[in-house]
């Protein structure tokens, strides 16, 4: 027969893993979305740097129109 700790011991452990592994996946999620958002920023930033270079080529292009 079962002891009343010995499940109340296997409940725990459940819950704990349970929780456990929902925090690990919102941490990986947030992990995720910052690696993401780094690699945008990188991504945006070479390409402003390369537009300026164009602009310092071409004549007459001082100004971005939008």
Request: glycine share 4%; with cysteine.
């Amino acid at each position: 027969m079962y002891d009343v700790k010995d499940i109340n011991v296997t409940s725990d452990s459940n819950e704990r893993r349970k929780a456990a592994s929902g925090g690990s996946n919102r941490t990986r999620s947030s992990r995720q979305s910052d690696t993401h958002n780094v690699t945008e920023k990188r991504r945006r930033c070479k390409i402003s740097d390369r537009l300026r270079t164009l602009q310092q080529l071409v004549p007459g292009c001082e100004k971005v129109s939008s």
